[in-house]
């Protein structure tokens, strides 16, 4: 009675262990090609900053698109942040398109003591290399 007990659990295994094997091996498998965009934000007050969202393709090629401050010459600008989140939206649907999935995300912020500063996102995105 006992060995037909590891018998049994031994083919348990051995049958997880081939089910579960395929799946591991494609994993490991796979070669993605990534490409990076970097948004950098301005909160500069009175709007004098510099926004801009940089990409460079698979190519090298870099392409640079301005983005709009956080601030104008009245404050915090709603309709500014709006732009950019529209902006940056239509590049993440682009990156899509062209097959890349949004890997990860990494922001930080530098700021000063005169109330400076900058908030910067990069967005990685891979796609299985061809």
Same mark, same amino acid.
Request: net charge negative; glycine share 8%; no cysteine.
């Given at each position: 009675m006992m060995n037909l007990v590891k018998r049994t659990c031994m083919m348990v295994m051995l049958g997880a262990c081939l089910y579960l094997a395929p799946a591991n091996l494609q994993a490991q498998s796979t070669v993605y090609e990534y490409q990076l965009v970097t948004t950098v934000e301005s909160v500069v007050p009175g709007g004098l900053g510099r926004s801009r969202m940089?990409?460079? =393709? +698979?190519?090298?090629?870099?392409?640079? +698109?301005?983005? +709009?401050?956080?601030?104008?010459?009245?404050?915090?600008?709603?309709?500014?942040?709006?732009?950019? =989140?529209?902006?940056?939206? =239509?590049?993440?649907? *682009?990156?899509?398109? *062209?097959?890349?999935?949004?890997h990860d995300i990494t922001s930080g912020v530098y700021s000063t003591e005169s109330s400076t500063g900058i908030f910067i996102t990069r967005y990685f995105f891979r796609r299985p290399k061809k």
């Open positions: 940089i990409s460079t =393709d +698979v190519n090298g090629q870099m392409e640079e +698109v301005n983005l +709009v401050n956080f601030f104008s010459l009245v404050g915090i600008n709603f309709g500014n942040i709006r732009n950019n =989140d529209k902006m940056i939206t =239509d590049k993440i649907n *682009a990156m899509s398109t *062209a097959g890349y999935e949004l």
